[in-house]
């Protein structure tokens, strides 16, 4: 079969080890701050576990951890520098048509653990929103583990309207990653990074983190152009807020939202079990698919298709016909 090759570009010895271990030691001092992870936001509950992160600087709150953003400082400006290089330029005019010498600017700096003596070791497959994204080891001391990337088929059939090619539904949640070993196959990467390497991906790119097995695995990430021009059509375009509710007793109910975009239409788990006289509210689109079914089940009992003159979706048992 026939591969994409992602935007993945990678950058050996960025940062010195000393730099690396300071970074850590200042990590371990400030603390990790347990919270809710964004990229789980819509996975099912059982999914949803906290992650270990630390905010060094964001755009418009500015320094937010400051012992460590001044041992990051001195290094931004290469590192900047690194990300204009592996620039398409082509698509950047399109993008920044009046900016042709733009630098990309740096939105947001966190710092993240994986370990198994917390509860996140790992993170499923997503792509990033922003426009370019910095990803740098600052360790290699752990076992099991690590950021990979997926390379998508070349059949693009079902063309998606960001930019971003289609990725088989497997991939993205846990199940599939939790078996996951730091393995290179025909369509999984796992670049070799060692402490201080860094590599620079586009929003483009689907990738995730392999299952920590021992040890922790310590690593920051940049966002470059949070304001990414590619994806508006995502953010505000046209995003409303919807809610869905039913008041079914008897039977357990799952909410899926239906990809029309890929040609077998997958279906994402929005929620599973939605409590009865609750209401469940959603930012979505003009035109996206929601099915309601029987949980763990294929039986669908409402289907509907959203649109902004509509707020309140109810889901009711007797709609329920077919068996899709
Ligand atoms: O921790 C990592 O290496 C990956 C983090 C990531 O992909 C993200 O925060 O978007
Ligand atoms: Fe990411």
Known sequence: E??????FTQHVGVLPRSVCQELIALGEDNGFNVEEESIDQYAPPKY??????IDVYERNRGIISPAIWDILEPWIPKITGLVKESIDTEVYKHFFPDE??????LDWVFFRKFSPDTDRISLRVHPDSNMYSVNIALNDDFKGGGLFYLK??????????DGRP???DEYRDYDWLSSQKRQNSSNIVYPALGTGDLVIYNYTVYHGVAPVEAGTR???VLFYDMDNPAIQVDFDNDGFGVTFYHEIEDVDISLLWVDTRVKEHPTEVIEEKLLPYTVYPLVSHDGHVFRAV???TDTVVSEFVVSDTQALYTI???EYTAEL
């Open 2 to 7: 026939d591969l994409l090759e992602p935007a």
């Open 316 to 318: 009711k048992m007797e």
């Open 152 to 161: 998508p088929s070349a059949n693009q059939d079902g063309k998606t309207d």
């Open 294 to 296: 029987i949980s763990g």
């Open 166 to 168: 289609v990725i088989s």
């Open 48 to 53: 949803k576990v906290t992650s270990q992160s």
């Open 100 to 105: 042709q010498e733009r630098i990309p600017k």
């Open 218 to 220: 310590y690593s920051f």
